[in-house]
């Protein structure tokens, strides 16, 4: 039988290796149905079983051979995995600046029961935080790096001024000595991956470029306060000129996320409420704070290692701490000395 509607590739689960079975919820006139498709050939469905109520995925039961085990090979390489991303532009707007680099976050988890206990950031409920560092991108979007495994991960994908164009909002991680593949910002669900190499694997492995100081884990005092002392400090304490703005260690975090429209706040705020990112609308990329640097401001010039300080705290949503608790932030700096070998020297 053959159909001459618009058929979707969609939920497909291969039966043997060239016939797919999927599921189709607007194959007329069969309404919600079971289909059989030929890979290799036009797509044409082969057999169509319409369902009743429904059949959301289905899942093929015939017997086939049991996979061999690979537990052995994860205990080989304790401590690291690969992920290589073969190109970072599938899913992002084709307007979307270059991509030069990767951010990796990790994500320390919560220890403390209580909910909203203790607070980290804006929105009472944020995750812990801990910036890894960054790895190339290479021309062709492809990026193939070393990664800790066993350990929740998230990406920034980086335009050349440091500033995050898209955030990973899920999680992801490796198992040891995994090697992870994944398809851009992501790729549509029907889209087929390029067959093509990548760039990246015509290389050894990028190793993590830590990020600035008070990243691993996140601190705003650590972070972010050492250049308010350096550049701003001197006009905007209380009785000084831009006093009006407080700088100082107490009230900088305050005076910095409430900043403007939208403040640093709101955008995690409206962030946190729709509970995704937004391709392009990056929390530093849209900050009134830099905006308000870049045009110049009363002489003050931001050395490259600064604007990144700045640049990191925003993208990771202003966070004022990346760890729950002293103890786990204590783990977390032993976990870089641990994971020395994983990062550029
Ligand atoms: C900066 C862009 C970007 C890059 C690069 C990226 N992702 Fe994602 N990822 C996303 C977005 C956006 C989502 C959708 C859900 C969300 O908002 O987190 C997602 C979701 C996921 C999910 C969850 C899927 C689900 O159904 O819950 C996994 C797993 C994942 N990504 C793995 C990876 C892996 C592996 C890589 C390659 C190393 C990768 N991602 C690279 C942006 C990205
Ligand atoms: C040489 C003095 C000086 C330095 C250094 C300085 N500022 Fe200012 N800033 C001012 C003055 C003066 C104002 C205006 C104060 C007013 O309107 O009451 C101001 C205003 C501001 C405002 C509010 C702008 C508005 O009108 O909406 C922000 C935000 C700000 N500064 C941030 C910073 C940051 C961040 C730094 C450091 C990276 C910095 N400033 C360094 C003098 C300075």
């Known amino acids: 039988m053959s159909l001459s509607c618009l058929v979707e ?36 469905v082969h057999h169509v079983r319409t369902c009743a109520p429904a059949c959301t995925y289905p899942l093929p039961v015939q017997p086939r051979p049991k996979p061999a085990p690979v537990s052995d090979r994860l205990a080989e390489t304790p401590e690291e995995g690969y992920f290589v991303l073969t190109n970072v532009r599938e899913g992002l707007p084709a307007d979307t600046p270059p991509i030069t680099s990767l951010r990796i976050v990790a994500v320390p ?93 015509n290389r050894p492995p990028s190793r993590i470029t830590p990020g600035p100081e008070g990243s691993w884990p996140l601190r705003f005092d650590k972070l972010v306060q050492p250049v308010l002392d350096r550049h701003c400090a001197s006009c905007h304490t209380p009785g000084k000129p831009g006093g009006r703005w407080n700088l100082s260690p107490d009230a900088a975090y305050h005076t910095l996320v409430t900043y403007g429209q939208p403040s640093l706040r709101d955008h995690v705020q409206t962030r946190y409420r729709e509970g995704r990112s937004v391709a392009g609308q990056g929390a530093a990329a849209t900050s009134p704070i830099l905006a308000l640097i870049r045009k110049g401001h009363h002489g003050v010039r931001l050395e490259a290692g600064d604007m990144e300080r700045l640049i990191v705290w925003m993208d990771t949503y202003a966070q004022r701490l990346g760890s729950f608790s002293p103890a786990q932030e204590q783990e977390l700096m032993l976990l870089r000395q641990r994971w020395a070998k994983l990062l550029s020297p």
């Open 9 to 44: 590739y969609h939920d497909r689960q291969p039966f043997i290796r060239s016939v797919a079975c999927l599921l189709k919820g607007s194959l007329q006139p069969f309404g919600q149905s079971l289909a059989m498709f030929h890979l290799h050939r036009k797509p044409v």
């Open 109 to 201: 988890a919560k220890t403390q029961p209580e909910m909203n206990t203790p607070n980290l950031g804006v929105t009472a409920d944020d995750p812990g935080k801990c910036v890894l560092g960054t790895v190339p991108v290479e021309r062709d979007g492809s990026a193939y790096f070393v990664a800790p495994s066993g350990v929740p991960l998230f990406f920034q994908a980086l335009a050349a001024d440091g500033t995050a164009v898209q955030t990973m909002r899920t999680a992801t991680y490796l198992q040891p000595g995994q090697k992870l593949g994944c398809v851009g910002c992501h790729e549509g669900r029907s889209t087929p991956a390029a067959n093509r190499r990548p760039m990246a694997l």
